[in-house]
C-alpha cells in the first residue's frame, strides 16, 4: 500500500521557519512531480510549491522567495524549508506525488499536517 506521511508541521510565531517532510513509501519504482498545496480555514486547496525529477521548481507568487522546495529521489522524500513565515501561511499543507508502484500508479495525497503561524 502507497503512502505519503508528512511531518513538520506545528505552531511558529511571524517571521520564524519551519521545515515540513513528507515521504512516500509502498514498494514505489519511481515519483515524477511532487508537490505541496495548503488549504487554509474556509479557503480552497491551493498550490505552493511543486518539483520535477530532475529538480526543476514551481513557486506560488505568495511564497517567491521565502520558501525552498527540495527532494531526495533515493529516499521519495519532498522537503518544504519555510522562512519568514506569515500569518496567512496559515494552514494545512498536503504534499502530492505522482508515483508508480506495484499495485499502483498516479497521484497520490498525504494526510497534511497543521502550520500555524501566530502574530
Known amino acids: 500500500q502507497v503512502q505519503l506521511v508528512e511531518s513538520g508541521g506545528g505552531l511558529v510565531q511571524a517571521g520564524g521557519s519551519l521545515r515540513l517532510s513528507c515521504k512516500a513509501s509502498g514498494s514505489i519504482f519511481s515519483i515524477n512531480d511532487m508537490g505541496w498545496y495548503r488549504q487554509a480555514p474556509g479557503k480552497q486547496r491551493e498550490l505552493v510549491a511543486t518539483i520535477t525529477s530532475g529538480g526543476s521548481t514551481n513557486y506560488a507568487d505568495s511564497v517567491k522567495g521565502r520558501f525552498t522546495i527540495s527532494r531526495d529521489n533515493a529516499k521519495f522524500t519532498v522537503y518544504l524549508q519555510m522562512n519568514s513565515l506569515k500569518p496567512e501561511d496559515t494552514g494545512v499543507y498536503y504534499c502530492?506525488?505522482?508515483?508508480?508502484?506495484?499495485?499502483?500508479?498516479?497521484?497520490?495525497w498525504g494526510q497534511g499536517t497543521l502550520v500555524t503561524v501566530s502574530p
Open positions: 502530492n506525488a505522482d508515483l508508480e508502484a506495484v499495485v499502483t500508479r498516479g497521484v497520490r
